[in-house]
């Protein structure tokens, strides 16, 4: 997604041809001179370890990576696309980054004569080898900004780098980017700078003014249930244990988690149903986290502030009439009108409902439930 | 006493008249706080059970002499509405509306950096001074008047802490939620700094997660400025490094922003840190006694 952004703003990067098949990564490679790079399209990092950049010397090399990511996926994701890049001719390999910075609220421009390396590392063991460069968000990015950045450069690469990150600053503010970083930065053999690779990091809260983006977005394969959660306005992330988290708040959730964990068992999922949790995101929520084979029991932890436990209840009532379940689900309700939703599950006296008082005891009982749990 | 808000806080509510805006606004007043406006554009002269409403947020302070606001408008046009109560003077910007785009944030951040406008949240509950006034959508109900004060990046995690005290017979001075956005109003530094100086504050309960810097950062803080004694929780221990936990600002990039390493952080300058939220109340009331 990166490099279709960086197409649009206009930062140079290598040619590149998208092929969806083995024999389209064949024919690009042959478009592009006989050599390539193959590169597996993912919304996640680290492919670069992982297998998922490939150098083919021909077309038939091409073909065979190609082949290989679309038949093995990657870390477990399906492959769909791989990018075929022409190789180019490397004299040296730099790093760049722009990102909101959080600890000050501001935009920070990071440049580095160092290409290749852990960023953090280097940060840590040589802070004066990156150079960092505040940027005010009502100045914007200045010709002094990028003086200072670029001249941690040698100075042949200078101009091109200055080209690239002004081109960069443009694509993060007009495309609400909260992070934008190349690595590597290259200056080639010709003198030309140009980004090889690269991450784009777009803040959800902006997509509103980028519709363009979130179909560029739904072309890069994400979890299927992580997907269907998303489209009903859920915040569901997937984890590796056997209790299926449900709760309001992001920050109760979380907690939810860490407490489970603490009771000997541990959490599949995360999952914020949001503020007034209506019968209806109730069953949505049930249904998402009941569609994972690994879920054994399901822990809702609810604290009513504005929500109100008598409507939680009555939801997770009508949640199982609708979507069933084979495994047991401890409620925990607290907060505004606590009591009458305890009161509502009591009485519907439902085979696989367990209720519990608080949140500790809830996780307690659900560890017990998976069969990980200590004794309580 | 307390911070941010007591019985001097005059409030107008931006976005009165939105289901939202008028169910908490009315409370709020319920509770006790002194609402004396809303505002929304083109409804001047109506009101809300008696409550003036007014075009512009400068007209509500030139008419009612507000000190504070409260913003539920949408996400679009939230940083403008917080732009808007600083130009016209309040003192005081609790802004509830979570979504708003970062880049927008980061802009009115470095407006509002340095005047006497002091913003808190987006995507935040507000703030709640027991028995004195109640600004936000914090449950009145769950919290008791007392000495503890309270700072939260979570608002539930407000909600659990606040009952597990209130269950304990231990009370609060002031609940600061101050939201989970990465670019953000005030912090834990600043929350820290306003309840060292107050008289009815007289240890601090400090909540975080995962996520950015801002434990680390007030955990130096604390060691160099802080006499009060500090109680700790940081939610996300389980949270796997680079996805997203609900927050914006919830994520783990890569060996930074761990929970481990906030607590660590925390424990470090003395401050103790609960592993649960029942621990935390069982830490405060030990160190109180």
Known sequence: ?376 | MSILVGPDTKLVVQGITGKEGTFHTLRNRAYGTDVVAGVTPGKAGQDVEGIPVFDTVAAAVRETGANTSMIFVPPRGAAEAILEAADAGIDLVVCITEGIPARDMAEVHAYLDGGRTVLVGPNCPGVISPGQANVGIIPGEICAPGRVGLVSRSGTLVYQIVHELSQLGIGQSTCVGMGGDPVHGIGFIESLTLFEQDPGTDLVVMVGEIGGDDEERAARHVSERVTKPVVGYIAGFEAPPGKRMGHAGAIVTGSRGTAAAKAEALESVGAKVGRTPTEVASLVQAALA
Request: charged share 25%.
């Open chain 1, 1 to 376: 997604m990166g490099k279709d952004l960086f197409a649009r703003h206009g930062v140079p990067v290598p040619r590149g041809i998208v092929a969806e098949d083995a024999a389209a990564a064949s024919a690009a490679t042959g478009d592009l001179g006989g050599t390539s790079v193959v590169k597996v399209q993912v919304q996640i990092g680290g492919r670069g370890k992982g297998g998922g950049v490939v150098l083919a010397d021909s077309p038939a090399d091409a073909a065979r990576a190609a082949g290989r990511m679309f038949s093995e996926g990657f870390k477990d994701m399906p492959v769909t696309r791989v990018l075929v890049e022409e190789r180019v001719p490397i004299a040296e390999e730099f790093y760049t980054a722009l990102l909101l910075d959080r600890s000050t609220g501001g935009y920070l421009a990071m440049m580095t004569a160092e290409g290749g390396v852990d960023i953090e590392e280097l940060a840590r063991t040589r802070p004066e080898a990156l150079r960092r460069v505040p940027v005010d968000p009502l100045l914007g990015l200045r010709t002094y900004h990028v003086r200072e950045l670029t001249g941690v450069l040698p100075p042949r690469a200078r101009e091109g780098a200055a080209d690239v990150v002004r081109k960069l600053f443009h694509l993060l503010r007009e495309e609400d980017a909260t992070l934008v970083e190349v690595n590597p930065l290259v200056l080639l053999e010709d003198g030309r700078v140009i980004a090889l690779d690269s991450k784009v990091t777009i803040d959800d809260n902006a997509l509103w003014r980028h519709p363009d983006l979130d179909e560029l977005r739904a072309a890069f394969p994400i979890d299927p249930v992580e997907k269907r959660a998303k489209d009903q306005g859920l915040q569901y992330v997937k984890l590796d244990g056997d209790v299926g988290i449900i709760g309001n708040g992001a920050g109760l959730v979380m907690s939810t988690l860490d407490v489970v964990a603490q009771a000997g068992a541990r959490a599949a999922n995360f999952l914020d149903v949001g503020g007034g949790a209506s019968a209806d995101q109730m069953a949505t929520s049930l249904e998402v986290v009941l569609s994972d084979p690994a879920v054994k029991a399901v822990l809702i932890n609810i604290f009513g502030g504005i929500t109100r436990c008598d409507l939680v209840a009555e939801g997770i009532l009508e949640a199982l009439g609708r979507v069933g379940a084979e495994v047991p689900i401890v409620v925990r309700l607290d907060g505004t009108n606590a009591e009458e939703g305890r009161r509502i599950l009591t009485e519907a006296n439902h085979g696989r409902i367990v209720s519990a008082a608080t949140m500790l005891e809830a996780a307690r009982r659900a560890a017990e439930l998976v069969g990980g749990g200590e004794a309580a």
